[in-house]
């Protein structure tokens, strides 16, 4: 098992470019969800998709989009990269939401 | 909604003196409580929950945290602190009220001294 895995690791982008942050998970969770971490903020959601199917904004989705391809995967869209975007990415699943949150690696990302 | 507060951003301690961050929570409810740990330039790993059963609960390496409804905190501690404790300690709740996502603490980083 591989968990939860995120693409790429780290990425630099122009003001105004656009990416996909991929996310993929392999124990057949139902729930997952995009966070960002900045510094002495803690993780805020960003979306989450409780099921295949289904997604839902969290805290701060401005600026983002995301997809739920299929059960394993939740890719998250920065249409047209800000600086204030720049931050480390969390991709996260779970079973459902009595089970306990896996967290992918992280993706770095800098917005110039 | 629920909240959690991490009263230090900070803690600093000697390698094998006890270890003691802090959390209070802001809830309406019984809330489900969590503590994850970052390592630097790594992913969050969870070191234990709280979800209503015994108010001490105990996690991984070690580490232990205490529900207590009356001070509205869920303390984590470690008896005697290891240099690969070194880390970024989030605390952390799930909202029922919303969809049982999580809410995060702003973190305490946790400095072992050799």
């Known amino acids: 098992n591989a968990g939860v895995t995120q693409t790429p690791k780290f990425q630099v982008l122009k003001t105004g470019q656009s990416m996909t942050l991929q996310c993929a998970q392999d124990m057949n969770h139902n729930s997952m969800y995009w966070y960002r971490q900045d510094p002495g903020m803690g993780l805020r959601l960003i979306y989450y998709s409780a099921s295949e199917g289904t997604t839902d904004k969290g805290e701060v989705p401005n600026g983002y989009n995301v997809s739920r391809l299929n059960k394993r995967e939740f890719s998250l869209r920065l249409e047209s990269a800000a600086p204030s975007q720049t931050s480390v990415y969390f991709c996260a699943s779970r079973y459902d939401p009595q089970e306990t949150q896996y967290f992918g690696p992280g993706t770095r990302l800098l917005v110039l | 909604a629920q909240s959690v507060t991490q009263l230090d951003s900070h803690v600093s301690v000697s390698e094998g003196t006890p270890v003691l961050l802090r959390c209070n929570y802001s809830s309406s409810y019984s809330p489900s409580l969590f503590w994850y740990v970052q390592h630097p330039n790594k992913g969050l790993q969870l070191l234990l929950k709280?979800?209503?059963?015994?108010?001490l609960v105990k996690g991984i390496n070690g580490f232990e945290a205490e529900f207590k409804k009356s001070e509205t905190s869920f303390h984590l501690t470690k008896p005697s602190a290891h240099m690969s404790d070194a880390a970024e300690y989030f605390c952390?709740?799930?909202?029922?009220?919303?969809?049982?996502?999580?809410?995060f603490g702003t973190g305490t980083r946790l400095t072992v001294i050799p």
């Open positions: 952390v709740v799930s909202d029922l009220s919303r969809a049982n996502n999580l809410f």
């Open positions: 709280y979800t209503s059963a015994a108010t």
